[in-house]
């Protein structure tokens, strides 16, 4: 297994401030100071940076950020992926410091973006001196540490080249795959991975087309199962779409739920995954996303 983490999501659209008061007053992250190019960021520990909204037409993920959890997991990282075909271009000094990151080094995905490797994500001063911290809006902190800052969901029609590039490329184990039929004739096959302790740090699902967005969803982790109830209660009262109200997942048991952000991509805020332990014997397949609810919720009108 490789020694990567997810450091850093970075999406496009059209106008980053109007993601805003969604991940400040309903997800719960804690604003950053933007980036030198006047990017707005959010954190959800003590890391500079958790999530980067650039402004442009894409409207989408522009760049997953892996972090290596030293110098000698990034040249690791580095050689395996140019072994399995993915040249990495290193990045210059402009695009380390608007990641805030020591070193990184990038490869085109094949679902349409960018994979950034990188090392030395600056980190905040601990929390204790932090006037931000701890967040009031979820008292109980996010689960990241050494297993990043959650879970990032991609659907890609170049779906076994993107599992190569997770695999091959970036050295990430399958934990399980979910393989079933929404609908008589239309089949959702989504594969899990990880790189440390998290149940899945990528998920890819084969799109059956081209999809409007690569990015499903990004995954933020509570440490208390009240704080996803919280979560809830305020995309509730804001009367966002949820598309999947509070249920469990069979395969990582994870409790949570879905909020469509206003750039379309959507936001799980869970809590209680189970974990990865070596030697990983649990590679499966389920044929059920969920053991129960995450049935899409609509507000009353
Ligand atoms: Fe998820």
């Given at each position: 297994?490789?020694d990567?983490e997810?450091?850093?999501?970075?999406?496009?659209?059209?106008?980053?401030?109007?993601?805003g008061p969604?991940f400040?007053?309903?997800?719960g992250l804690v604003?950053?100071e933007?980036t030198?190019?006047g990017?707005?960021?959010w954190?959800?520990?003590d890391a500079?940076q958790r999530?980067?909204?650039?402004?442009?037409?894409?409207n989408?993920?522009?760049?997953?950020?892996f972090?290596?959890g030293d110098?000698?997991?990034f040249?690791?990282t580095?050689a395996?992926?140019a072994?399995a075909?993915?040249?990495?271009?290193?990045?210059?000094?402009?695009r380390?410091?608007?990641?805030?990151?020591?070193?990184?080094?990038?490869?085109?995905?094949?679902?349409?973006?960018?994979v950034?490797v990188?090392l030395g994500?600056?980190?905040?001063?601990?929390?204790?001196t932090?006037p931000?911290?701890?967040?009031p809006?979820?008292?109980?902190g996010?689960?990241t540490?050494?297993?990043?800052?959650?879970?990032a969901?991609?659907?890609t029609?170049?779906?076994?080249?993107?599992?190569?590039?997770a695999?091959e490329?970036?050295g990430?184990?399958?934990s399980?795959?979910?393989?079933?039929?929404?609908?008589?004739?239309?089949d959702?096959?989504?594969?899990?991975?990880?790189?440390n302790a998290?149940?899945h740090?990528?998920a890819?699902?084969?799109?059956?087309?081209?999809?409007?967005?690569?990015?499903?969803?990004?995954?933020f982790?509570?440490?208390?199962?009240?704080d996803?109830g919280?979560?809830?209660?305020?995309?509730?009262?804001?009367g966002?779409?949820?598309?999947n109200?509070?249920?469990?997942?069979?395969?990582?048991?994870?409790f949570?739920f879905?909020?469509a952000?206003?750039?379309?991509?959507q936001?799980?805020?869970g809590?209680?995954?189970?974990?990865?332990?070596?030697p990983?014997?649990?590679?499966?397949?389920y044929d059920r996303?969920?053991?129960?609810g995450?049935?899409p919720?609509t507000?009353?009108?």
């Amino acid at each position: 297994m490789s020694d990567l983490e997810l450091g850093y999501v970075v999406v496009e659209v059209d106008d980053p401030g109007s993601l805003g008061p969604f991940f400040t007053d309903i997800i719960g992250l804690v604003p950053g100071e933007p980036t030198a190019d006047g990017a707005p960021t959010w954190s959800d520990d003590d890391a500079a940076q958790r999530l980067v909204v650039e402004k442009g037409s894409r409207n989408d993920v522009v760049a997953l950020g892996f972090e290596a959890g030293d110098a000698a997991a990034f040249e690791a990282t580095r050689a395996r992926l140019a072994g399995a075909g993915f040249a990495p271009a290193s990045g210059d000094q402009a695009r380390c410091d608007s990641r805030r990151v020591a070193q990184l080094a990038t490869v085109a995905a094949p679902w349409g973006s960018s994979v950034e490797v990188v090392l030395g994500l600056e980190r905040r001063p601990v929390l204790s001196t932090n006037p931000l911290m701890p967040d009031p809006l979820m008292p109980g902190g996010f689960l990241t540490g050494d297993q990043g800052f959650g879970h990032a969901v991609i659907a890609t029609t170049a779906f076994d080249e993107s599992v190569r590039l997770a695999t091959e490329g970036l050295g990430m184990v399958r934990s399980d795959w979910l393989e079933m039929e929404l609908a008589p004739g239309i089949d959702l096959e989504v594969h899990f991975f990880h790189c440390n302790a998290r149940h899945h740090t990528l998920a890819l699902a084969r799109a059956p087309f081209e999809m409007p967005q690569a990015l499903h969803h990004i995954m933020f982790e509570t440490n208390e199962r009240d704080d996803v109830g919280r979560a809830f209660d305020r995309a509730f009262a804001a009367g966002l779409p949820l598309p999947n109200g509070l249920g469990l997942h069979d395969n990582d048991r994870m409790f949570s739920f879905y909020v469509a952000s206003p750039a379309g991509f959507q936001v799980e805020v869970g809590n209680g995954a189970r974990q990865i332990s070596e030697p990983w014997s649990d590679d499966r397949r389920y044929d059920r996303i969920s053991a129960w609810g995450h049935q899409p919720v609509t507000p009353p009108s």
